[in-house]
């Protein structure tokens, strides 16, 4: 079954960076695009970004374009989200979601990543 | 960026009852390739969320068929047609016709009265 397991999530300063991970397993991972979607505490659903299935394209949400960068190892089955110049508002629940047939078909546990000095 | 708007904000309802929750767009979501990319999600307390319906009204694998999308344009409806325990949590619409950025409803809380 699809599987996606997110992990690097921690606590960070402001200013400093972060790598998250996101290994797919269950279905033709290199076949498929995938999201980062965040979630700050107790509030909704933000998506970040968005990667082709060739990483060919990114697409970003304007709050974290220029600081964060997805990418993609599809020998590796994974996901990456490389955040740099955190600020506490990016204190969130990070999660991978894929983009099979639809978007956002399948989601992973998240990972959580908390900016505070 | 297209604005999706949902009501009510929370929702208590008695087991065994009707629910409905509105979505409403700023702008009509039908694509060009003539289908409209509106997807509903449910989010239980402590979990990730979990997609329940997608294009409107087709329901996800697994989901019991209490819940129903429907719709068109602008104006969009989930519907759970008889409340049990497991649907207590918070309700999205989200929309992938216009994007960058996809965007998602600010979210219904549905709780047991």
């Known amino acids: 079954q699809v599987q996606l397991v997110e992990s690097g999530g921690g606590v960070v300063q402001p200013g400093g960076s972060l790598r998250l991970s996101c290994a797919a397993s269950g279905f033709t991972f290199r076949n498929y695009g995938m999201h980062w979607v965040r979630q700050a505490p107790g509030e909704g659903l933000e998506w970040v970004t968005f990667?082709?299935?060739?990483?060919?394209?990114?697409y970003y949400a304007d709050s974290v374009k220029g600081r964060f960068t997805i990418s993609r190892d599809n020998s590796k089955n994974t996901l990456y989200l490389q955040m740099n110049s955190l600020r506490a508002e990016d204190t969130a629940v990070y999660y991978c979601?894929?983009?099979?047939?639809?978007?956002?078909?399948?989601w992973g546990q998240g990972a959580l990543v908390t900016v505070s000095s | 960026d297209v604005v999706l708007n949902q009501s009510p904000l929370s929702l208590p309802v008695t087991l065994g009852q009707p629910a409905s929750i509105s979505c409403r767009s700023s702008q009509s979501l039908v694509y060009s390739d003539g289908n409209t990319y509106l997807n509903w999600f449910q989010q239980r307390p402590g979990q990730s969320p979990r997609r329940l319906i997608y294009k409107v009204s087709n329901r996800d694998s697994g989901v019991p068929d209490r819940f129903t999308g429907s719709g068109s344009g602008t104006v969009f409806t989930l519907k759970i047609s008889r409340v049990e325990a497991e649907d207590v949590g918070v309700y999205y619409c989200?929309?992938?016709?216009?994007?960058?950025?996809?965007?998602f409803g600010p979210g219904t809380k549905v709780d047991i009265k």
């Open positions: 979601a894929s983009d099979m047939m639809t978007p956002f078909d399948y």
């Open positions: 990667i082709r299935s060739d990483g060919s394209n990114t």
């Open positions: 989200m929309q992938a016709t216009h994007w960058p950025p996809f965007t």
